[in-house]
């Protein structure tokens, strides 16, 4: 199957600061983009999906201005968490498929873990 | 709205006994149903889907699932496991509108294979 990749698969960083998160889809280009999120013991959460050149659509409940999604290419997405607090540390994952329109098979990346102190 | 049930967080088999993951998902629309892997330090690989057509689909390492509407669930099982089945396992269910590509996932089960 096709790769994704994340970076970092884990970060560490300070209530108030902000974090970038990369996904990249390595050996084909992705029309779309989703990322979850996901609590110990808990399922995976869409928060929203991006379409290359156009904005995020956001899942009810999940503040765009907090999270930040950019899929500027087609091979990358980038999701920044802005002014993070502890509330935010959480298991991410991003996953890509490569056509649009009807049912295509999204490809995940392995996750970042996000602690915030 | 959608929902996804496993019930069962942890499995424990011995290799070679057969196993059955269990998956019952709530929806008020027809569905698309999928069962997902995820091995230590990786991202979930799609095992087996159901889109249309029949009902029992296989995956090329011997796992099956049964789409039953009646009794709501899409439970995964194999005759014979191998160590190298231990992983976590995710059902999953969308609605086929739009593509079907907004997936909702359950909790998820462990299943350990022991020698």
């Known amino acids: 199957g096709a790769v994704v990749s994340q970076h970092p698969s884990w970060v560490i960083c300070k209530s108030g600061t902000s974090v970038k998160i990369e996904c990249r889809s390595l050996d084909f280009q992705a029309t779309t983009m989703f990322w979850y999120r996901q609590f110990p013991k808990q399922s995976l959460m869409l928060m929203a999906t991006s379409n290359e050149g156009s904005k995020a659509t956001y899942e009810q409940g999940v503040e765009k201005d907090k999270f930040l999604i950019n899929h500027a290419s087609l091979t990358l997405s980038t999701l920044t968490v802005t002014s993070a607090h502890p509330e935010d540390s959480s298991f991410y994952i991003c996953s890509a498929r490569e056509l649009a329109g009807g049912y295509n098979e999204q490809f995940f990346g392995p996750g970042t873990r996000l602690t915030v102190l | 709205a959608q929902s996804v049930t496993q019930l069962d967080s942890q499995v424990p088999v011995f290799e070679e006994a057969p196993v059955e993951l269990r998956c019952n998902y709530s929806?008020?629309?027809?569905?698309?149903l999928f069962w997902y892997v995820q091995y230590p330090n990786q991202g979930l690989q799609l095992l087996l889907k159901y889109l249309s057509g029949s009902t029992l689909v296989e995956s090329i390492n011997g796992f099956e699932a049964e789409f039953n509407k009646s009794q709501t669930s899409f439970h995964l099982r194999k005759p014979s496991v191998h160590i190298s089945d231990t992983a976590e396992y995710f059902c999953a269910v969308s609605d086929p509108t739009g593509g079907g590509n907004k997936l909702t996932f359950g909790t998820g089960t462990q299943l350990k294979v022991e020698l």
């Open positions: 929806s008020s629309v027809s569905v698309y």
